[in-house]
């Protein structure tokens, strides 16, 4: 009688405790909550918003619609290439001209994705203000990730918390699990 009241004790205990755990996670451990990250991330959609007319909003849509019917069959097409040379790989002899010839189309093939990327961004560019595309740069700089993986906090690439072999260095709070 006594034990199972202890083991029931015990359960109640061990179910409490895991239950606040999972309430007190850091945000990026999917925690609640609105921690710092969040808060750097507000502050800048909002300075960064481009406050668009409503003629702009139409041709940046129209603009984007085009861009991504010109850019999706060869997206598709890139990922056939891929797989195709994943497939040459993976044989017990690789015929090395064949795989060659998929990277030279594979390489064609990024030319010709690449300079229709540039042509959109000036198409872009021509449609917004001096200040709206001021505050577009800044948004490009601020999405390559600088800002929230870590620059300045002491966990850069090869030194602080867990730089070991194997260790993914793009996340700080990454925990390499395998």
Known sequence: MKTNLIQTAGLFLM???MATSLNAQH??????GSGP????????AGFLALDLTEEQQEAMKTLRTENYKTLQP?????????????TLLSEETV??????KII???TDLTN?????????KLEVKEILTDEQIMKLEQRREFNKGRHFRG?????????????GQGQRYDRPYHRNWG
């Open 74 to 86: 060869l997206k598709n097409q890139m990922a056939e290439l891929k797989a195709r040379e994943r």
């Open 95 to 100: 015929d090395l001209k064949a795989v060659n």
């Open 15 to 17: 179910a409490a405790l």
């Open 37 to 44: 990250y969040e808060q750097r991330k507000e502050r800048m």
């Open 112 to 120: 010709k994705m690449r300079k229709i990327q540039v042509t959109h």
């Open 27 to 32: 945000p990026r451990q999917g925690g609640k």
């Open 104 to 106: 030279d189309e594979q």
């Open 151 to 163: 620059e300045g906090l002491g966990s850069g690439r090869g030194s602080g918390r867990g730089a």
